[in-house]
């Protein structure tokens, strides 16, 4: 199976058909381990030489790799590497949040090319819709051509059944019940006329993390995204699961026990919200810890009782999520300034080490890579895993 070069359709662009498999193969690996020759990339897929040369000159062709500069070994002619194109394709990416919303622009290297930001006290239809019919105004204009005719998709990355979550958020419950008539798919492929991916927030997140920031490095682990409530995702053989319900990783609801011992959930104890709402009390405004660039440096005496609490918490769900899988890390990332993403980690991890982890073998715990952008570029990846890569082959992680 082939692909037609990347046309024009409906004002924006789409890939027609899919990349036959050999194709999106050496476009994983290249993703994955970065500008490779062709003998490299013939060795690790078993493709003859040959083959592997006739597939990369056709992507070079449809101008989705660069050609680096030959390289001399010690014997033989010499190697050309090749790597991915950054302006190959590109992707939106749709994040609805529980106090903000995000429009991007994703090249095929995973760098956010533009931005856009809508805050709010709490989503509804007609203020997302609303904010993505603008930006995408916006975004199109600011494109060049060459742009606008390789965008392949939107991806949206949303909570599932966003009009359970009035009370946590302090929404109207009148209000809130319009999210159960909103169809995202539709509203987005409305909008932008392109291919539109669907994504649990909490999964794209760890779905940015898997291809963009650590996922070379691990093949099991367990990701937790600490936002205004809390979630995560799963990853099993260097492939994000999804689950039955594609809602893996749901980690909110996980029982927990506070520091009294009384039984809690996760989204009690370690989402941004309990942050909030300990501002709240003593009068200051929560949405502060929102504003851009986040600087939470003057809300110490709030921020270091509620890591605190946060990771006791965590190294609790930590546990309980090993019980059940082998996994070899644990990843804390979240919607934080950098400095208390690292402070969360650390003290999670001191707390891990008191836990009672008989006939278990402890993860390794890390901080997670790519940050707050992580629900946005894990949506905006969406339609290009879709049309350009293999979600998982053994090959792409041969590093020999």
């Not at 073998?361 to 946005?376: D, K």
Request: with cysteine; proline share 5%.
């Amino acid at each position: 199976m082939t692909l037609d070069h990347v046309r024009s359709l409906s004002g924006g662009i789409n890939q027609t058909g899919v990349r036959a498999y050999n194709e999106r193969l050496l476009l994983s690996i290249l993703q994955r381990n970065g500008a490779l020759p062709g003998s490299d990339l013939a060795r690790r897929t078993g493709l003859s030489p040959q083959t592997a040369s006739v597939i990369l000159r056709k992507l070079d062709h449809d101008g989705l790799l660069l050609k680096g500069m030959p390289v001399k070994g010690k014997v033989g002619k010499p190697s050309v590497p090749y790597a991915l194109n950054p302006d190959g394709v590109f992707s939106l990416g749709l994040k609805v949040g529980r106090r903000s919303a995000d429009l991007l622009v994703l090249d095929l290297e995973g760098k956010v090319r533009h931005q856009l930001r809508e805050t709010y006290d709490y989503p509804l239809p007609d203020t997302v819709f609303g904010f993505l019919r603008d930006g995408y105004a916006y975004l199109i204009d600011d494109m060049t051509d060459t742009m606008r005719s390789r965008l392949c998709g939107i991806g949206v990355a949303a909570p599932f059944e966003l009009w359970n979550w009035h009370e946590l958020i302090g929404a109207p419950a009148k209000d809130f019940a319009a999210w159960k008539d909103a169809d995202f798919k539709a509203q987005a492929e409305q909008i932008t006329g392109l291919p539109v991916h669907m994504v649990n927030d909490a999964t794209a997140a760890c779905r940015a993390e898997h291809i963009f920031g650590i996922g070379r490095e691990y093949r099991d682990y367990v990701y937790f995204f600490v936002g205004a409530f809390i979630g995560g995702g799963i990853v099993l053989d260097h492939a994000v699961f999804e689950g039955n319900q594609r809602n893996a990783g749901a980690f909110g609801p996980l029982p927990v026990a506070d520091v009294n011992g009384v039984e809690r959930q996760l989204i009690d104890l370690a989402s941004i919200r309990t942050l909030e709402a300990r501002l709240s009390s003593a009068g200051e405004d929560p949405r502060q810890l929102w504003r851009q660039p986040q600087d939470w440096s003057h809300l110490e005496p709030f921020v270091a009782p509620w890591l605190d609490q946060a990771a006791r918490a965590l190294a609790t769900a930590m546990t309980a999520s090993c019980a059940v899988i082998d996994f070899e890390a644990v990843v804390i990332d979240g919607a934080m300034p950098s400095d208390v993403r690292a402070r969360l980690s650390d003290l999670t991890r001191n707390y891990l080490a008191t836990k009672d982890m008989r006939g278990l073998i402890a993860p390794v715990t890390i901080e997670g890579h790519i940050g707050a952008n992580a629900r946005g570029i894990g949506a905006a990846a969406g339609p290009i895993i879709g049309q350009l890569m293999l979600d998982r082959s053994a090959a792409m992680f041969d590093h020999g």
